[in-house]
């Protein structure tokens, strides 16, 4: 039912003595929970003011349409409902319907008001305040400026920050055509961080270059697609040209072998609709199964093969849809060939599945942040480890591999970015390059020591691991209670690699390397100072039971050397030690 339609059938029937009648019944049917000031219960509430509104007048889903104010009756039926509002609002809030001219324009204050954050939230307010405009004859100067300061106070509700970065990105937008502008809103939206929620300048710019460059691979791909049908028509249209032997009294003529031709025999292939996608995809979630990781895949053209249009997968060896040979679907498949053809089908196949290129805006980077290199993509033995090490924190991961995935699922990808070096919980930074390689780590409550491979941050889901080559201690009855004394632990490598959270780095920490071979061990080994320099005093560690005993090596060897009994003559290379 139209608006013009609703609000002739609502006259027809409405009286003022109904609205009068309903003005004397509006506190039986406003009993339920009132809106909060936090807007937590805003859907609850403002479906039970509809419903109030509809035992007091009988109008059904009021809030849907806007309707006019025109008239006498118009205008007390619209009083009516923002009494409901009114009513049951907390006093707080009062003041964001207070320039509402109606009550439908109330409801979208209010609705406004409590809106989450992100890009198109605060573009559409912008919006609003753009098309803001003063009548002195309707309305007075104050009321105006009052209600642009309710705007503002909205914009600012989204985190949007009034300075000259933030500025400049809205005012490339607002040039921008209305289509151009709800997609580039549509990535920022997915950017969009609760703790913090201000859009920077150079967001706004690679949502714009990701946008065109999608544009821009688009029509790349139509234009190749309609060459490549031309060629083959041309080609299936030509007449075959007669073959001319070539003459025999020449012998100096140069063949070239491994040259291949356009024939009438051999027609150029079209490009397969299977890959019409837009590009380059983010890794985003998307609820396309077909196309998991592309966040607005073009429309499937005409000219796509049956198959493609169903969404069904194709079989790897024979190239029909909707069966595959692994799962014995495969008639000309006799469950023993694996040809090299089938294996780079299969590859190329699942490459345009999953739709996979590193995210965009972690290809190009600017100058603060040579930290981070680019994204990624982990080859498969580290994908598992990572695989493994997450979906042992939580099962509802899905390997990126296996589609296509269930409805809803989370699926775990595989770009990463390698970080140069992170500062531990002590403020003193390590990397995998030696000497800041040698770390103490702390992991459920037990203090060791690791050797850092790697740093990686994840694409998704968005964290920062690091890859660990643990260190064992060395069982030495006459050495280590030496070494104990002194502060020091004898390590060597352990064979297990593990991830561990980047917080579980405590510090780097000193250390010697010692070649084979030396103080009875045929493996190299590590000297590691376990007492950290940016330790409280008297702070202890787990990896070591008492540190009170350390003392200083030169005050040590002193007062040994200073009794007559207990000197000797040591003959040691500096360098072993």
């Not at 002739?8 to 009068?20: E, H, K, P, V």
């Not at 954050?117 to 309707?138: H, K, M, V």
């Not at 498949?333 to 294996?343: E, K, L, S, W």
């Amino acid at each position: 039912m139209s608006t013009e339609s609703k609000s002739q059938s609502t006259n027809n029937t409405l009286t003022a003595q109904d609205i009068l009648e309903a003005r004397e019944n509006l506190s039986d049917e406003i009993k339920f929970d009132h809106l909060s000031t936090n807007g937590s219960n805003f859907i609850d509430w403002k479906k039970n003011t509809a419903r109030a509104i509809k035992a007091l007048i009988g109008i059904k889903n009021y809030w849907d349409e806007k309707l006019p104010v025109s008239n006498y009756l118009d205008r007390k039926r619209d009083a009516l409902a923002a009494s409901v509002i009114n009513n049951t609002i907390h006093a707080t809030l009062k003041n964001v319907t207070d320039d509402a001219d109606s009550a439908y324009e109330a409801m979208e204050a209010l609705q406004n008001h409590f809106r989450k954050g992100g890009r198109t939230a605060q573009f559409s307010l912008f919006n609003r305040l753009i098309n803001l405009r003063l009548d002195l004859n309707e309305t007075e100067m104050i009321n105006h400026m009052s209600k642009v300061d309710v705007i503002v106070a909205e914009i600012e509700s989204t985190g949007f920050i009034w300075n000259s970065d933030s500025i400049k990105g809205l005012f490339y937008q607002i040039v921008m055509p209305p289509e151009m502008t709800k997609e580039i809103n549509k990535d920022l939206d997915n950017k969009y961080d609760k703790s913090n929620p201000n859009y920077k300048l150079k967001d706004v710019k690679s949502a714009i270059q990701i946008y065109l460059a999608r544009e821009r691979t688009a029509t790349e791909t139509i234009t190749i697609n309609n060459i490549s049908t031309q060629m083959q028509m041309m080609a299936v249209n030509s007449t075959p040209r007669s073959f001319t032997p070539s003459s025999q009294s020449t012998p100096i003529r140069n063949y070239q072998q491994n040259q291949c031709f356009a024939t009438p025999n051999r027609l150029i292939q079209k490009i397969d609709p299977i890959r019409w996608q837009r590009g380059p995809p983010a890794w985003t979630k998307n609820d396309n199964e077909r196309k998991n990781s592309v966040d607005r895949p073009l429309d499937i053209p005409s000219s796509a093969v049956g198959g493609v249009k169903a969404g069904l997968l194709q079989c790897f060896f024979c190239g029909s849809f909707g069966h595959t040979y692994s799962a014995g679907g495969c008639k000309p498949y006799d469950g023993n060939r694996q040809m090299a053809q089938t294996i780079m089908c299969r590859f190329c196949q699942l490459q345009r599945l999953l739709a996979r290129s590193p995210p965009a805006d972690t290809t190009n980077l600017g100058k603060s942040q040579r930290n981070i290199g680019p994204a990624f993509e982990v080859d498969d033995k580290t994908y598992d480890r990572l695989f493994k090490y997450y979906h042992a924190l939580d099962n509802q991961w899905v390997n990126f591999r296996k589609v296509p995935y269930p409805d809803g699922a989370r699926v775990f990808g595989p770009f990463v970015q390698e970080i140069a070096g992170l500062v531990g919980q002590y403020g003193l930074q390590y990397s995998k390059k030696s000497p800041n390689n040698i770390v103490r780590i702390e992991v459920d409550g037990a203090v060791s020591c690791a050797r850092v491979l790697h740093i990686l941050q994840l694409q998704e889901p968005l964290d920062t691991v690091v890859q660990v080559q643990g260190l064992l201690g060395v069982d030495d009855a006459l050495l280590n209670p030496l070494f104990k004394r002194l502060g020091i632990t004898r390590v060597v490598e352990d064979s297990q690699i593990r991830f561990i959270p980047a917080k579980s780095i405590v510090s780097p920490v000193a250390h010697r390397q010692l070649p084979a071979w030396t103080m009875g061990l045929n493996n190299p080994s590590l000297l590691v100072m376990m007492t950290i320099s940016g330790e409280a005093p008297g702070e202890s560690s787990n990896f070591q039971e008492n540190t009170s005993d350390v003392q200083d090596m030169d005050n040590l060897y002193a007062s040994q050397l200073a009794e007559d009994d207990m000197a000797m003559d040591i003959d040691t290379d500096p360098s072993m030690i």
